[in-house]
């Protein structure tokens, strides 16, 4: 028996080799062993002395008779059949992520969107795509960046522009700010509200790191209130900062989308609209540029466009 080659990189069995003496093992007979695997006896047993000199051991003693394994052949059978099964389920997960919306599809949300948006993502996913496994991540703006840049998010819904070259916005919809109020409330009920009414009044913001503080700061700042002018930080979550209105502490600024759910629980409340062009932020998907997935991910923004439509947004054409 030949011993493996040396010096350099030691050569390595093939897989047609290893299935060769996986059927051999399994049968103790070459003639069925290559009707099972289809192959000519000749070229069987050829594979099999090849993997035999590759591996520098005897794994069959042959007789006129019968095959049977050496001590090396049984301990090498068991590590063959182990690699086959492992190629196995290397090319049944290549033929997953080949198929799309199969496996996990892990998604990023901001706090001021998943309350409103996730119950339509997920009846859509659960509806059109029932083999994808989706895993919602619930975190502020830079760190669902910060989670996409290093692989451990695929997928974002948040609000845009970002601004960031490595990141492709996939845009969903545009939902315009209401303004929210106490009770008899001066502004409540209108639907002609300026902007320039924000100049002077007492307003509720998100805690630092929310998105939608750093939209209503520029919806102020547009409107030409003074940075100066009072606000209160006092609110981790739109619920709270809501329930800080009820109770006439200020008023806040809510995307349309979070209204029915914010404000129906308590008849403190008044709203009101601005005039056009009112303020409003811009929901889109954002992933990876060049990602492997890009066509999954332009296919599952089309769908949640079709999802969203009838929200109180302006979808936004694809």
Not at 285 to 311: C, I, P, V
Request: net charge negative; with cysteine; hydrophobic share 45%.
């Amino acid at each position: 028996m030949a011993s493996p080659a040396s010096g350099g990189r030691a050569r390595q069995p093939s897989l047609a080799q290893l299935r060769a003496f996986a059927a051999v093992a399994e049968h103790l007979h070459f003639r069925e062993a290559a009707a099972e695997i289809g192959m000519s006896q000749p070229a069987l047993s050829g594979a099999v002395s090849a993997l035999e000199e590759t591996l520098g051991v005897q794994l069959l003693e042959r007789t006129t008779r019968k095959v049977l394994l050496s001590p090396a052949g049984e301990r090498v059978a068991a590590r063959a059949r182990t690699v086959l099964e492992a190629v196995g389920d290397l090319m049944e997960e290549a033929e997953a992520a080949r198929a799309p919306f199969t496996g996990v599809l892990r998604l990023g949300v901001i706090p001021t969107v998943a309350p409103y948006l996730l119950p339509a993502v997920l009846r859509l996913v659960h509806d059109a795509y029932p083999a994808l496994d989706l895993q919602v991540h619930e975190e502020q703006t830079a760190s669902l960046l910060d989670g996409l840049a290093h692989g451990r998010l695929d997928l974002l819904l948040l609000a845009v522009p970002l601004g960031i070259p490595q990141v492709t916005e996939l845009p969903l919809f545009d939902e315009d700010f209401v303004l929210v109020a106490p009770k008899d409330h001066w502004l409540g009920g209108r639907g002609d509200i300026p902007r320039e009414a924000l100049r002077e009044l007492d307003l509720l913001l998100l805690d630092e790191g929310h998105c939608l503080r750093d939209q209503a700061l520029d919806v102020c700042r547009e409107a030409g209130r003074d940075e100066n002018a009072p606000m209160t930080t006092s609110a981790a979550g739109l619920s709270t900062l809501v329930q800080l209105v009820a109770g006439g502490l200020g008023v806040t600024l809510l995307p349309r989308t979070a209204l029915r759910v914010e404000t129906s629980r308590n008849d403190q409340l008044t709203t009101g609209y601005f005039a056009d062009p009112a303020p409003s932020r811009r929901i889109a998907l954002a992933m990876r540029t060049g990602a492997a997935r890009q066509a999954e991910f332009e296919e599952f923004a089309a769908a949640l466009r079709r999802a969203f439509g009838g929200l109180p947004v302006r979808v936004v054409k694809g």
